[in-house]
């Protein structure tokens, strides 16, 4: 399979509040689960990604954690500041055939002040 | 930054012309990709190239060519244009072409509305 799927599609928190977003993935060869942001009118990009060798990475208010055997993995902001509010992905490697990135849905997180 | 650049920004044709969108990179990177952003934010591959060669094509209609004159280039060129090829497309490269090991950047993305 190549299904990611992402929840929820919408979250809207208060500044300072944590955030977390959930995504599952069908292809329990992939190894690689990146997060992008994207702002609005602008251009994902590469905030933390994780290998499926380890079950949990921060870096310094991000962190994302892996569970391979249930096939989920989840993305954590804590202290949230207005600055976070965009468009998260998470992303899967399909491992059959040629190797590609398949996203989730997306996640459009808004931060109320 | 214009690591991985895109021309036009903006793109407003009418149905059934052609039109072509331009990538770089400057990265020296090996592995090129043209994703669609559809209005609900739906992240999809289209196509990757490894060094001019084609190595993923998704069941994309076969009015979507695209061309890598180089490593460093990777256009796209859209022929027929219809109301539903309305999207944001991105151009995004990597170093080589293992997704599971190479960070993907992407490009600004180009708008393209058809009329």
């Known amino acids: 399979g190549e299904n990611v799927e992402q929840h929820p599609s919408t979250l809207s928190v208060q500044e300072g509040d944590s955030a977390v977003i959930k995504c599952t993935y069908s292809d329990s060869a992939s190894n690689y689960f990146p997060w992008y942001k994207q702002e609005l009118g602008k251009r994902p990009q590469l905030i933390i990604d994780?290998?499926?060798?380890?079950g949990e990475k921060k870096d310094q208010r991000i962190a994302v954690t892996l569970n391979k055997t249930a096939k989920h993995f989840s993305l954590h902001i804590t202290e949230t500041q207005p600055e976070d509010s965009a468009v998260y992905f998470c992303?899967?490697?399909?491992?059959?055939?040629?190797?590609?990135?398949?996203f989730g849905q997306g996640t459009r997180l808004t931060i109320n002040p | 930054d214009t690591a991985v650049s895109q021309t036009p920004k903006y793109l407003v044709t009418q149905m059934g012309n052609d039109k072509s969108i331009k990538c770089e990179q400057n990265l020296g990177h090996d592995t090129m990709y043209w994703y669609k952003q559809d209005s609900k934010k739906f992240l999809k591959i289209m196509f990757s190239y490894n060094n001019k060669e084609l190595i993923i094509n998704e069941t994309v209609p076969n009015r979507f060519s695209p061309k890598s004159p180089d490593k460093a280039h990777l256009n796209l060129h859209i022929n027929s244009l219809e109301l539903g090829d309305s999207a944001v497309y991105f151009c995004a490269s990597s170093q080589y072409m293992r997704p599971s090991t190479d960070t993907q950047y992407f490009g600004p993305g180009t708008r393209l509305t058809v009329l």
């Open positions: 994780i290998r499926s060798n380890v």
């Open positions: 992303a899967a490697v399909i491992i059959q055939g040629a190797q590609k990135l398949v």
